[in-house]
């Protein structure tokens, strides 16, 4: 699996612990920056890069950090094909990618400790969409058709 990961200076405590339970994982990391702390740094500069692999298919699904993980998730929805919520839970983590085929993940360092968060990335890692049901196909297709529409 190909993760694009990017964090800026408010998600940065977060990078290392992430990366390695990624690395435990066994996915591909596209790492993405911040590589260094600054406190100059703006989310959608770090978003964007991530965003646009998970919308071209360059990788399976994106992980982004940031202060509150709602500038990263606002940013990352602006792209085609991105399904991306701020989750701050397990459930939401799993449900997310098993009801709505979320495809990105956005946490905020502020919100929550680094042993919660590297759990709810593994939970929404190991999630796959729910293919059985007909009512989360005829969801999804409802809402890549408002995409469309609205391009």
Not at 111 to 140: Q, T
């Amino acid at each position: 699996m190909n993760i694009a990961f990017g964090t800026d200076h408010g998600g940065f405590s977060l990078k290392n612990s992430i990366i390695e339970k990624l690395n435990e994982l066994n996915v591909n990391i596209m790492d993405m920056g911040s590589y260094t702390i600054d406190n100059e740094d703006d989310y959608p500069d770090i978003v964007e890069p991530v965003a646009k692999a998970v919308s071209s298919g360059k990788a399976d699904r994106g992980i982004l950090l940031c202060g509150s993980g709602i500038g990263a998730s606002i940013t990352a929805n602006k792209f085609p094909r991105v399904r991306a919520s701020v989750c701050h839970d397990f459930y939401s983590a799993q449900q997310g990618v098993e009801h709505d085929d979320m495809n990105i993940i956005c946490i905020g360092a502020r919100v929550i400790n680094e042993e919660k968060a590297v759990k709810i990335i593994e939970l929404f890692l190991s999630a796959k969409f729910n293919l059985k049901e007909e009512k989360y196909k005829r969801r999804l297709n409802k809402l890549i058709n408002i995409e469309k529409k609205y391009k």
